[in-house]
């Protein structure tokens, strides 16, 4: 298996970079960048899967909020 880094995500035809999750391509380019520090990337696809449910929650809970207002 070919460990995923930012080399690796460059040289992937856009086919294949389209089956990547965005949020670990973001991950991966952000290994090894300074003041990043270790990434757990599992950690962090747990942790912005657990935000995206809570949004989803709070989305669907407020979406009244939404009817009527006209955006300009």
Known sequence: MVTLNWNVLSCLRERQL???EIEVVN???A???AGAGPIDIDR???ILATWAVQVRG???R???VSD???CF
């Open 27 to 29: 991950l991966v380019c």
């Open 62 to 64: 407020l979406m009244y």
């Open 18 to 20: 389209g089956r990547v």
């Open 58 to 60: 709070e989305t669907n």
């Open 31 to 33: 290994l090894g960048l």
């Open 44 to 46: 962090y696809r747990h």
């Open 68 to 70: 009527g207002i006209t």
